[in-house]
């Protein structure tokens, strides 16, 4: 003899249908990549700093306001500074914000080093507290478009002569 399985409840049924929609309005997750760049006290330009290649991108078809930016989270130490200095950049000129744990910002957009005078460079002077550092390039004019960076990751003793820390960021 074949048994008939219970059926759900009409209260179960708008459940699941409730799931399902809340579950497809969703937008996805992008990744975050986490970076921890060890303490340096070497001081030339960039020494011992993190290199890692980014990219900005588009999604074809969406129009205005679908470009999606970089973005990565630092660790920074109490007593050190953060160096974040896009040293190469192909595509739109760019910008860079980064977020302090205590949600200071600090924004450049043409303050390059070496042979790049058009890209970002953002420098944390001395750090009060030990935090996570959200860091965000994006194009400068908000276009669209494909673009590919190099940016350095540094974190150095907040000594005053080390040139890492020179020239400050002001924060807002």
Not at 22 to 34: D, E, F, H, V
């Amino acid at each position: 003899m074949l048994c008939k399985p219970p059926r759900a409840s009409s209260g179960l049924r708008r459940a699941a249908a409730t799931i399902s929609i809340l579950g497809a309005a969703t937008a996805p997750a992008a990744a975050q990549t986490l970076i921890e760049p060890p303490a340096q006290t070497c001081t030339t330009i960039n020494c011992g700093a993190t290199a890692v290649r980014g990219q900005t991108w588009q999604i074809a078809g969406l129009g205005f306001g679908s470009g999606h930016p970089w973005t990565a989270q630092v660790f920074g130490a109490a007593g050190k500074c953060l160096r974040f200095d896009v040293t190469s950049q192909i595509g739109a000129d760019l910008a860079m914000t980064v977020v302090a744990p205590d949600g200071q910002t600090f924004t450049n957009n043409d303050g390059g080093s070496g042979g790049c005078s058009t890209c970002p460079r953002v420098v944390v002077g001395q750090i009060p507290a030990t935090g996570w550092y959200t860091v965000n390039v994006a194009e400068k004019a908000a276009a669209l478009g494909n673009n590919r960076f190099i940016i350095r990751l540094g974190q150095y003793a907040a000594d005053v002569g080390n040139p890492n820390c020179a020239s400050p960021t002001p924060g807002q």
